[in-house]
């Protein structure tokens, strides 16, 4: 009878393909990426991968799983906050902070490669879509949570301001896809001042 094969191995296996379909797909890209790529990348037989993993469809489930669970994590930080601004402001920073963290560089290509994609693949649309949807929401609640306290133009929608702060950071993600080296300080400075009325100067009166 062969030995048990314990939970933490197959879960350390299961990591080790993850990380070799990361590898694989961002410097390939989705469609042109195969299962023989990520298991050679993860020095693996084509029958153990295919023990966790019945398609490129199922690996990058896992690994939206896998940064969904870092999102959820920066979520938790960021909910111990009560200033619903400073709450805004900080899951900003840390959503840039991930972003720009050199071991997101593949992270970054991927969800590049992803949306293009998604153009064309129901299932991987279904996926972004969620997973964009899920953020979304998180940074809507902490903007009418700061409409209540008459920090943010009640005027506007809060679904709306979601939407914008999403689209701005999905942005800056995309640049930082193709342009890794660029610093992103100043982009992290006018995103924070747009967020906290710091962006527009007061005119000057006339003299």
Known sequence: MSPKVSEKHLEDRRQQILDAALTSFSRKGFHQATIED??????????????????????????????ANETDSIFADV?????????????????????????SLAANRLALFLWGESLVNQR?????????G???????????????RGYINSDLEPSAIALAITAALFGLQQQLSWEPDLDMSMARRVLIAMLTGDFRKERAAPI
């Open 124 to 132: 991987i649309m279904h996926g972004q879509l969620s997973s964009v």
């Open 79 to 103: 909910a111990e906050i009560e200033d619903p601004i400073d709450n805004l402001i900080a899951l900003v920073d840390a959503t840039l902070d991930r972003m720009i963290d050199p071991a």
């Open 134 to 148: 899920a953020y979304r929401h998180t940074v809507e609640a902490c903007v009418r949570g700061a409409q209540a």
């Open 38 to 67: 990520i298991r050679l990348e993860a020095g693996l037989s084509r029958g153990a991968v295919y023990h966790y993993f019945k398609s490129k469809e199922d690996i990058i489930d896992g690994l939206r799983q896998r940064s």
